[in-house]
């Protein structure tokens, strides 16, 4: 049985390699179970890293965005910049966000949800969402948060995040979301024994679904060849 692809996407100002060293302080048993593909983002950090001092540099940011978080320069290119990577890497079966990531990671739902956006690849049917929120203009919200999302979904929320009002807006749009809450601010945590329990559990749903879509996969490019011999004959 194949692994689950996740697609991974980092937090604002780090790395892909930062990104991986935050997932990988959870249990092997869980990372062990993933296929994960780690990305940089499109643009150079622009601004001081709230990371410098605990992870080694390059960073890098999705796009950048004013104080009220209303305005998202690049923003356009970025969501460009990721189809055309998600084509050239691809097939994923989901993605794993945190920070900004985890807010692109929402968005990219909802637009290719409606077919605004992400129509070059297959539909994306689980995500993992870590400290993610919502975009606040009214272009965003009407394009990726207008309608609900039948994705499965993994949200990590931090009671003291700072997005976590808007974090749990996030988790609303989605019909069955699986919610670990921890007890921290805006990190990746490490995963407690009840925090465990449902990322396993969560694991263990998407990995039937994944061996199902493969097995009928299978069967009908078996069928297919079938038909094309007999057509021959």
């Known amino acids: 049985m194949r692994k689950p692809r996740f697609l991974c996407l980092h937090g604002f100002r780090t790395s892909g390699e930062i990104m ?3 997932l990988y302080k959870w249990p092997k048993s869980v990372i062990d179970r993933l296929e994960l593909v780690f990305l940089d983002a499109p643009f150079p950090c622009q601004g001081k890293s709230d990371y410098e ?10 796009y950048q965005y004013n104080k009220e978080f209303t305005e998202y320069p690049n923003l356009e290119k ?7 990577r998600v084509v050239k890497l691809g097939p994923f079966d989901g993605l794993i966000g945190f920070s900004q990531g985890a807010i692109l990671s929402g968005a990219i739902l909802g ?3 409606k077919g605004i956006a992400f129509q070059k690849v297959p539909k994306i049917k689980f995500v993992i969402i870590i400290g993610g929120a919502m975009y606040k203009s009214k272009k965003m919200i009407e394009n990726a948060y207008s309608s609900s999302l039948d994705t499965l979904s993994l949200h990590i929320l931090g ?5 976590k009002h808007s974090a749990i807006k996030l988790t609303e749009l989605f019909k069955n979301p699986v919610v670990v809450h921890h007890t921290k601010g805006h990190i990746v945590p490490r995963l407690d024994d009840k925090s465990l329990e449902k990322v ?7 990995e039937h679904l994944v ?3 493969d097995k009928k996969n299978g069967e009908k490019t078996k069928s297919t060849s079938i038909r094309q011999i007999m057509g021959r004959l």
Do not use: H, R, S
């Open 159 to 163: 009671e003291k995040d700072f997005v």
């Open 78 to 84: 970025c969501f460009e910049f990721l189809e055309d």
């Open 200 to 206: 396993t559990g969560f694991i263990d749903t998407i």
């Open 20 to 22: 991986k060293k935050q």
């Open 111 to 113: 637009m290719q949800a």
């Open 211 to 213: 061996m199902e879509e």
């Open 53 to 62: 001092g605990i992870y080694d540099p390059p960073y890098y940011e999705w």
